[in-house]
């Protein structure tokens, strides 16, 4: 079993700022792929930001400059430093990665951490 446990979310006001974390534990040989995605009440999940193994990242337009993805391949986890948060932010944010067990790679999903933006 995988699991990818999530931490951080919570309620900021709108220029506030917070960190997510999402750790993977379990029976993994490597992770590829990791990222943040979120999803606002009545509409889907949508990217937010991805960062590869090595380390490069792609952002959703409306966050570049404000948030920042990382991650320590050592502890199997990844960051999302979220700044100038926006009442727009506000959003369920998930945790994916792309983790090979045995021979093939599958997806993987935190079970979401809810991040609200007060105006």
């Known amino acids: 079993q995988v699991h990818l446990v999530e931490s951080g979310g919570g309620l900021v006001q709108a220029g506030g700022s917070l960190r997510l974390s999402c750790a993977a534990s379990?029976?993994?040989?490597?992770?590829?792929?990791m990222g943040w995605y979120r999803q606002a009440p009545g509409k889907q999940r949508d990217l937010v930001a991805t960062?590869?193994?090595?380390?490069?990242?792609n952002y959703e337009d409306s966050v570049k400059g404000r948030f920042t993805i990382s991650r320590d391949n050592a502890k199997n986890t990844v960051y999302l430093e979220m700044n100038s948060l926006k009442p727009e932010d506000t959003a369920v944010y998930y945790c994916?990665?792309?983790?090979?067990?045995?021979?093939?790679?599958?997806?993987?999903w935190g079970q979401g951490t809810q991040v609200t933006v007060s105006s």
């Open positions: 379990g029976r993994l040989f490597a992770i590829a792929d």
């Open positions: 960062i590869t193994k090595e380390g490069t990242t």
């Open positions: 994916y990665a792309k983790i090979r067990r045995s021979i093939a790679y599958y997806d993987y």
